[in-house]
């Protein structure tokens, strides 16, 4: 995708609801496959809090499932759940064949590292790549699945014509869900990659030299106007609920009229995560059925 620099310019929106349907399109019409030979796929979201804006993204994944024919469980330990319980529910779930895709679904109590109980998914079966072996393999270029965001987001670039090879691209963001797994999706695709963070001098700096900026830091309109060059794409993961309703990372109408492209909050990265998320996990089960 090329961006021409104009006077007056205009920023195009990049919606992932388009791709999040067509993805969907193709998992339910395998999902039908596998169900019509006796192997429906089979998810299965591992709960344990009382946090009522995540139990709502818990059922609206299983909602998204079961309209394209993905059974999917809520295995809710409430948030009194101690490690042991939970290690020992996604142990069980690794060894039952009728299920093809765990979901470890976070916050979880305090005192529980999500990393350390990830260990205990399966890679096979580890549609989020929460699993550290899940992002080495990333990182390797093997088989394997890549944390269902972070996918997103190349998709996404991908599915918007956006030119990734040679460009330079600068990550806000270095989490192992999705900062760290994008940069190595994307050198993958030859490009340059700037990985920022809370840390990083001169943060506008960075951003404002690149031809991709993505943004994944948690921090409501992060990064505005000055942040940004004339005509680049601009791709707000952040997701943050605040009194003007549900913002993204980046000033939306503090950059538009200077970025090129522009991912909208919500229905830009989000549809195509949970897309991703039941591709998975379709996947996984034809994996299974051999």
């Given at each position: ?26 998992t339910?019409?395998?999902?039908a ?35 394209v ?29 009728g ?11 305090d ?55 040679g ?17 190595l ?19 506008a ?5 690149a ?16 942040h ?21 990372d ?41």
């Amino acid at each position: 995708m090329t961006v021409t620099t104009t006077e007056h310019r205009v920023t195009t929106e990049l919606s992932g609801r388009p791709l999040a349907a067509e993805i969907r399109r193709r998992t339910g019409e395998r999902a039908a496959v596998l169900g019509a030979a006796g192997a429906r796929p089979r998810l299965v979201v591992v709960t344990a809090t009382d946090d009522g804006s995540t139990l709502w993204y818990v059922r609206s994944i299983a909602k998204a499932a079961a309209a394209v024919g993905i059974a999917c469980d809520i295995a809710d330990l409430g948030p009194e759940a101690s490690r042991t319980r939970v290690r020992d529910r996604l142990r069980a779930l690794n060894q039952d064949p009728g299920v093809h895709g765990i979901i470890l679904q976070t916050p979880l109590p305090d005192g529980m590292s999500p990393a350390e109980l990830a260990v205990e998914i399966d890679p096979a079966k580890d549609v989020d790549g929460a699993n550290p072996a899940s992002l080495g393999r990333c990182a390797a270029g093997l088989p394997g699945f890549a944390p269902a965001t972070a996918e997103a987001v190349v998709r996404l670039l991908d599915h918007h014509g956006v030119d990734l090879a040679g460009r330079d691209i600068t990550m806000v963001g270095r989490s192992v869900v999705v900062g760290t797994p994008v940069a190595l999706l994307l050198l993958e695709r030859h490009a340059t990659v700037t990985v920022c963070h809370s840390r990083t001098a001169d943060l506008a700096g960075h951003t404002r030299a690149a031809d991709i900026v993505i943004v994944a830091a948690g921090v409501p309109r992060l990064v505005g106007a000055d942040h940004v060059g004339a005509g680049a794409v601009v791709i707000d993961v952040g997701t943050n609920a605040t009194d003007d309703g549900l913002v993204g990372d980046v000033d939306a109408g503090a950059v538009d009229g200077v970025a090129g492209a522009l991912t909208p909050v919500p229905g830009g990265v989000g549809p195509v995560t949970t897309a991703l998320l039941l591709a998975h996990t379709v996947q996984a089960a034809d994996r299974a059925a051999g």
